[in-house]
């Protein structure tokens, strides 16, 4: 038999209290006994994006999954507006990622028809709901899944600070949040190129073109990495859940910095010259560094590749501060020989990206 329309909302306003409460009880071992007793859980019940523009909250609790917003932007984008201009502004809710969906699947731990699958939900359900055309056909109704750094990146895109995301029943997350700013204005790509904003000559931000080997919106999660889990003895971000499971080739033998090309075609960068730096990681140079590094124009092949001083953070450094005084001494025949040199050993030596 087939429910009616009231049994259907029943069930519907069921499921949607079941969600609340799961975040209720999770908050209560979370957050401070302050902030659950001052928060006005049932004014926030109930509310959804199309009447959010009209309200100011300070709190407001979704009681839908985020991964079911077709328009998830303009979602985030409404809660941002709808909330009071304040530190004490909050949206919380639920979401499954992808690895919480992945975990459900136990047809995709199957040697050989396990990897079929994933190929096929990954077009489905990755690519595909990305495409404009795909969205027409389908209405904007169509399943698909958020790995963990485009959630947070979306996040952050849309002028929120993540105050936390932890996991629950390990089915789904829970994701507490605090308006910090308006959202961005910038358009942002999801496709195979992508352009990133690095500290070049004289201290000039501009774009750099690379390969995505991270996930979408990845790149706005910079500065959150940094403070949440800081750099390795490499100089990279530690366990950076941001970069796809198949980008290591790529960034193994470079293949995501040939796009670098073009800044050397619009002379923003060299084909030999210290590394392209995000404004996060520049600022955390000693200031010595920095004045040093804003006389150099950025290069596609670092002055480590050259050099056998390790791959660290600091050895990676040093190269680049010998690179500079070599530099400042020869700056004719510098870059010629750093470059043969770096060619020799990629060649014959087998030196790969750190």
């Known amino acids: 038999m087939f429910a009616s329309q009231s049994d259907n909302n029943e069930n519907k306003q069921e499921a949607n209290e079941n969600e609340i409460e799961l975040i209720r009880t999770a908050l209560k071992n979370r957050l401070n006994a302050d902030f659950y007793e001052n928060s006005d859980f049932e004014k926030a019940k109930g509310i959804i994006s199309n009447s959010l523009s009209s309200y100011n909250f300070s709190l407001v609790i979704d009681e839908h999954f985020l991964q079911n917003y077709s328009q998830l932007n303009i979602h985030l984008r409404d809660i941002n507006h709808s909330l009071i201009n304040s530190e004490t502004s909050y949206y919380i809710g639920l979401v499954e990622t992808l690895d919480d969906w992945k975990k459900k699947k136990k047809i995709l731990k199957r040697p050989f028809i396990g990897k079929i699958v994933r190929f096929i939900y990954f077009v489905f359900l990755r690519i595909l709901p990305k495409l404009k055309w795909y969205q027409l056909i ?207 050993k990629i060649v014959f030596k087998g030196k790969r990206s750190s």
């Open 138 to 344: 389908t209405f904007n109704k169509s399943k698909r899944l958020l790995s963990k750094a485009e959630v947070l990146g979306r996040f952050v895109y849309n002028g929120f600070e993540i105050c936390d995301f932890f996991p629950i029943k390990s089915n789904f997350h829970v994701f507490v949040l605090k308006r910090k700013k308006e959202p961005l204005k910038q358009s942002t790509s999801e496709g195979v190129l992508l352009k990133i904003n690095r500290i070049g000559k004289n201290g000039k931000l501009f774009k750099v073109y690379k390969i995505r080997t991270m996930h979408p919106y990845s790149e706005y999660l910079h500065e959150y990495m940094i403070n949440t889990h800081g750099f390795n003895e490499k100089g990279k971000i530690k366990n950076d859940f941001r970069t796809a499971k198949w980008a290591k080739f790529f960034r193994k033998y470079w293949l995501d910095e040939l796009p670098q090309l073009i800044n050397v075609l619009k002379f923003q960068m060299k084909l030999v010259g210290i590394r392209p730096v995000s404004e996060s990681y520049f600022n955390s140079l000693p200031k010595e560094i920095q004045e040093k590094r804003i006389h150099h124009k950025p290069g596609c092949i670092p002055p480590y590749v050259a050099h056998d001083f390790g791959t660290s953070k600091e050895s990676v450094l040093e190269a680049e501060l010998v690179y500079m005084y070599q530099k400042s001494k020869n700056p004719y025949t510098t870059d010629i020989k750093y470059f043969f040199v770096s060619i020799f």
